[in-house]
């Protein structure tokens, strides 16, 4: 089966390194997969975005218009790429920047105050990764053990990190069930 996540957010927020981790985690679980980066012009705040396409067959083209599933991080990011999301996909939604609906009732709508939650790990650099973890857990694209040995293996150089990014994960893990 194939699935596609559309990453989207301003630059600074993380939004790259969310979708190389899910690809990684992908690939440990024997899929194939594409990501595929896009840049505004400016390094911080401009437009980022990628996409990670995961299939257990060969992926005919990378190029996807429809994804099944959106991680929005800003507003932007939801009002451009929610109404190309399919039914049945899910919508996440930071719910720390982005006061608006998704507008969609044929999909999951899961909406997480990611900065809140990063803040009370003592880091708002972790914010992507409740975000994954929250998507992740949600969607069920992958097993969340991978995604945890997927974050450990991109952290490795900087083990320090590891202990907060565990916490991360888990309270992005929980968000995803107690959030709306």
């Known amino acids: 089966m194939q699935s596609e996540v559309q990453f989207a957010g301003f630059g600074g927020q993380g939004i790259m390194l969310m979708g190389?981790?899910?690809?990684?985690?992908a690939m440990e679980e024997g899929l194939e997969?594409?990501?595929i980066p896009s840049y505004g012009p400016e390094m911080r705040?401009?437009?980022?975005?990628?996409?990670v396409v995961t299939s257990d067959k060969a992926i005919g083209s990378p190029i996807i218009r429809n994804p099944l599933h959106l991680v929005a991080m800003n507003r932007p990011?939801?009002?451009k790429f929610a109404p190309a999301v399919k039914p049945g996909g899910v919508i996440f939604i930071n719910g720390s920047l982005i006061s608006i609906?998704?507008?969609?009732d044929d999909v999951d709508v899961l909406r997480v105050p990611i900065l809140e939650i990063a803040?009370?790990?003592?880091?708002?650099k972790t914010a992507n990764i409740v975000a994954l973890a929250a998507f992740v857990a949600r969607s069920k694209i992958i097993d969340f053990e991978t995604?945890?040995?997927a974050v450990k293996t991109k952290f490795a150089k900087k083990k320090?990190?590891?202990?907060?990014n565990m916490k991360a994960l888990e309270a992005g893990r929980k968000a995803a069930f107690t959030s709306s």
Request: hydrophobic share 45%; proline share 3%.
């Open 20 to 25: 190389q981790i899910l690809a990684q985690a």
């Open 33 to 35: 997969v594409v990501w």
């Open 45 to 51: 705040g401009g437009t980022a975005y990628c996409t």
């Open 77 to 79: 990011s939801l009002e």
């Open 101 to 104: 609906e998704a507008g969609r």
């Open 119 to 124: 803040k009370e790990l003592g880091s708002i």
């Open 147 to 149: 995604l945890v040995g």
């Open 160 to 164: 320090d990190l590891i202990p907060l």
